[in-house]
């Protein structure tokens, strides 16, 4: 049987990481041209295209860093500490994933499902490195069966936010949106300090 905790930090952290709440935002920036229908196509190639993305990675990521030779432990910390500048900037409200995007938009021609929504803003590298770092942390291959329903959850939530986000974004209002971004950048700055304490402890076994 899958470990409560195990599941239970999975999810959290992937569904903060991904942030399909401050991804609203943006999105309603980026769509803001195209009729219902189109968003409609948008949101569901987009969300698809990410979700298959982390699923790879989850699950082969540690073959192809094992193919670099870098260790677990070496990416743990790493990891940690690209989580925590991502939660800092969720929490003083860097606009940095906003200026991204646009700037993709407007230098590439391609569909914008693809890019910038689907790679980087919901896949970006800090869902690809939780998504590697949680496989490696599942200790059954039951739990990363469950570490990939998981996935598909987070992604099926998200679509149904991204779907509906003219009334998320008219419910929360933008003060009630940065809030609940702030309080998600909290949370996972918390989640980052611990990836980064439990890589050290493995790469200085003595520490523990």
């Known amino acids: 049987m899958a470990d409560a905790t195990f599941i239970i930090q999975a999810f959290v952290t992937l569904f903060l990481i991904v942030d399909p709440i401050g991804v609203i935002p943006i999105f309603l920036g980026l769509m803001d041209k195209f009729s ?60 940095t994933r906003t200026e991204v995007s646009e700037d993709i938009l407007k230098e590439q021609q391609e569909d914008m499902a693809i890019s910038p929504m689907a790679v980087p803003l919901l896949t970006g590298p800090g869902a690809i490195t939780s998504g590697i770092m949680l496989s490696n942390s599942a200790p059954t291959p039951t739990d990363k069966g469950i570490l990939g329903l998981i996935i598909l959850l987070v992604f099926a939530i998200t679509y149904v936010l991204l779907r509906n986000s003219n009334i998320v974004y008219k419910a929360l209002g933008p003060t009630g949106t940065k809030v609940v971004v702030r309080l998600m950048g909290l949370i996972l700055s918390a989640i980052a300090i611990q990836f980064i304490i439990a890589g050290v402890r493995e790469a200085f076994p003595a520490i523990a």
């Open 36 to 95: 219902e229908e189109k968003r409609a196509k948008i949101v569901w190639k987009a969300t698809v295209i990410a979700c298959l993305v982390l699923l790879l990675f989850s699950a082969f990521g540690k073959m192809i860093f094992g193919f670099f030779g870098i260790s677990m432990y070496s990416f743990r910390i790493a990891g940690g500490i690209l989580l925590l500048i991502i939660s800092i900037e969720m929490l003083f409200g860097s606009k």
